[in-house]
């Protein structure tokens, strides 16, 4: 097993807008990413789970010429209102890192 | 062949622009110069409360080198979102701007001023023809919710511009602006493929960081029939098919599918290919026309003026009961506030931040128990006004300083401020409240263009 963090190049999480949180996963090589992508690890429905979400809200692209997963979800406050503790989204993808990968 | 070249010469007009790489991208001969000066990024303050995100030095001298670069090339500059947020008092500093390079430098700009602010009363007009929908999410819309906000924008597509570069505009300041139409706009005028010309403004609007190996630097595109190529000049910057696939997902809800105005760029059939080290070739990227035209709207609306205190609790037997003693603080605050104040809990907001156990992540934080042994505290207090905010901050000091412990007999002070005065005034605070389109009658009734001419004329 090797967590997803050793594995890939970046793990990011960003606005894409004022209303949706973006998380984007890459690798540094085919190799890697295959590795990632037969897992099967990632999809909408684990992602859910570790954000505590209801599994439609989370939307899952497999993006092979980019070597890179990607999810997006509604943000849980709207970006800058007075709970919203990341501006720009980005310190949100923490519990991805610790996903292990057969 | 027909073909049209541009140099994208930086991500965010203030942030950087390389001179040096600006001036070795002219050998490309480009048709155009642009740069992206705006974003949501920064969050609804700059849009509400009209303000830039960028010191005025910054953007001047990232200006001043995009239009002397635009002179000496003889072709026309595109400034897009002016001043962060592109409404008018964003897109009149930007201007004002431009008046004082182009005297200091003694250049002639036939300007055209697009703006993109839009009337309370055209919105209502909308609204009540049922020419504003919801894009997904969004907040609830109603009349109120135009009539309170700060400050609306529509974010116009390539036609506003394709207009002002046909009225011969040498320098095309533009309020709110799809970030990749100020790209589109002269290739899409000369006949070359929508979606190679979506795709490639798309790539290039962030400047280099659709690129890998280095800093600075800026991007080029030509585009053509067929292909659209991507190039960076800069030290050490390349392009690598991975890294221009990979840009698309940056700041993208869904990675293959990009709504404009006057469509959707669709990237899944995109191709990317190295040509040399550094550049790449796109091919098959689609452009889908919609039968509506529609105008992503942005808005901002006050809540409020917040004043804030900044702290930090070290005491472990506090932290080990960290969320019951917060919430007796909490409810001693909302107490004093309203005997001394006269506001009730609805009349204004205790926000409390805690650095150290899940301020960062929120209720996305997998693990909310595991606090540190110091915790970082920012209490917000928001009311009407700044000075029922401020008394409201004020009053929130001594609960904090002094709430105790059953550990500890006597008198403690609990709370280690950062400050003097402790609390801090934030001034007005404000959230985005619209993430809607509206479908104007006609393309162009929601922008207003003004030709201008700067300097004197030659």
Redesign the interface.
Known sequence: MTRLAELSSLIRS???????L?F?I?FPDEESYGRVKRSGLLNAAHFAE???LPPEQV?F?V?D????F?F?I???????????????GG??F??LMDIDIP | MNEIRYIAASGALGAGVDAGALDRALALEPHFIASDAGTTDAGPFSLGGGQPAFPREAVKRDLTRVLLASRKAGIPALIGSAGTAGGDPHVDWVLDIAHEIVAEHDLSLRTAVIRSEQSKDYLVGLYREGRIRPLDPAPPLDEAVIERSARIVGMMGAEPLQEALEGGADFVLAGRCSDPALYAALPIMRGLPAGLAWHAGKVTECGTMACEGGRGGVITATIRDHEAIIAPFGDGVRCTPQSIAAHTLYENGDPYLHKECSGTLDLTRSQYEAIDERSVRITGSAFIPSNDYTVKLEGAERIGYQSIMVGGIRDPYIIRRLDQWLAEVEAHIYAIVERVLGLGRREWTLTVHVYGRDAVMGDLEPDPHAISREVGIVVAATAATQELATKAAQLTRQPFLHHGVPEWMGGITSFACLHNPAHIDRGAVYRFNLNHVAVPRTKTEMFRTEFLQLGSAK
């Not at chain 1, 010429?65 to 890179?68: E, H, K, S, T």
């Open positions: 960003k606005n894409a807008g004022p209303f949706v973006t984007d890459m570790l954000f505590r939307r692209f993006c010429n980019a070597r890179a990607k997006s509604p943000r849980p406050l709207t970006q800058g209102d007075l709970a919203d503790g990341d501006l720009h310190q949100q923490i519990p």
